[in-house]
């Protein structure tokens, strides 16, 4: 028997929970968001990325909340940090960022079991041309798989919806990593793919609970991973961002547990 985490599961092995566990994914959906928000404070050229760590593993303690990644796999920081070419799961260290330098930060915490798993993007002094527009076409991206989110449709739908966005300007979407379920749990099915046909797949229902992540690159799709055996680059270095909500299907539609409480989940605010 596969383990149940919320009322029931669906054939595809989806968990589906109860309307009274919306609230627990509210609070750890707003925790995440809201060190996501202040970690803003730390983003500047010559800020080591373990520094950055550092500042969002003392905003968990602050908050009395537990991390997600920490002992995750022998994984051993608060985040992952992503800098430039690095499509995802980057190792915060030493290296500083510099002007121009865009980052996604990715953080995820467990508050009274509920796991909230967000990203974003983030500016090092003076953001390129080049840079901003593939920041904005992710996560205009992103929003085009969330607006697909209702009982009925299906997984492919999403991806579809953000895959036909990224390469109608000219950019791909990386094949190699997915969205998940999440819950009482940090990954559970399905996977959610973020590029697709509409119409295949698992169908929505009510009551589930997943990420959509898409990472987007200015060159190529191809990923590799590191000798570390855990950073993904670029296979051609182009550069690459990402976006990450949890969200959850509601009767009508969709509910978004990791909205920045500041307004500042786009990096183009005014400080
Ligand atoms: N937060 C990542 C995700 O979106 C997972 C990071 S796992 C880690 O699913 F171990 F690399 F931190
Ligand atoms: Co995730
Ligand atoms: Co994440």
């Known amino acids: 028997m596969a383990k149940l985490n919320g009322i029931r599961k669906t ?12 609230e627990g994914m509210r609070k750890a959906g707003a925790v995440a968001a809201k060190i996501l928000d ?51 799961h980057g190792i915060p260290g030493d290296k500083k960022i510099t002007d121009g330098d865009i980052l ?28 901003e527009r593939l ?9 085009k798989g969330i607006e697909m989110v209702r009982p009925g449709a299906t997984f492919g739908d999403i991806g579809q919806a953000i895959q036909s966005y990224v390469e109608g300007n000219r950019m791909s979407v990386v094949r190699d990593f997915c969205g998940h379920g999440l ?18 797949g698992p169908v929505l229902e009510e009551g589930m609970f997943f990420t ?21 680059v670029t296979r051609d270095r182009s550069l690459s961002a990402q976006f990450e909500h949890s969200i959850g299907v509601t009767a009508d539609g969709f509910e978004i547990f990791t909205l920045s409480p500041a307004g500042k989940f786009h990096p183009t605010y005014s400080a």
């Open 11 to 22: 054939k595809d092995g989806i968990d589906i929970y109860a309307p009274s566990d919306f």
């Open 38 to 88: 202040d970690v803003i404070e730390v983003i500047e050229p010559g800020q080591a990325t373990a520094t950055i760590d550092n500042f969002v593993e003392q905003k968990i303690a602050e908050y009395g909340v537990t991390s997600a990644t920490i002992g995750y796999r022998g994984y051993q920081h608060a985040t992952c940090i992503s800098v430039n070419h690095v499509v995802c």
């Open 104 to 131: 996604n930060i990715d953080v995820t915490v467990i508050v009274d079991g509920w796991y909230g798993d967000t990203s974003r993007m983030y500016v090092a002094g003076k953001l390129p041309r080049k840079s």
């Open 135 to 143: 920041i904005q076409v992710t996560h205009d991206a992103l929003f």
């Open 183 to 200: 819950g009482k749990v940090f990954h559970a099915a399905p996977n959610v793919l973020h590029y697709g046909r509409a119409g295949t």
């Open 212 to 232: 959509i992540e898409p990472m987007v690159n200015l060159g190529r799709p191809e990923t590799k991973i590191l000798a570390d055996d855990w950073t993904a």
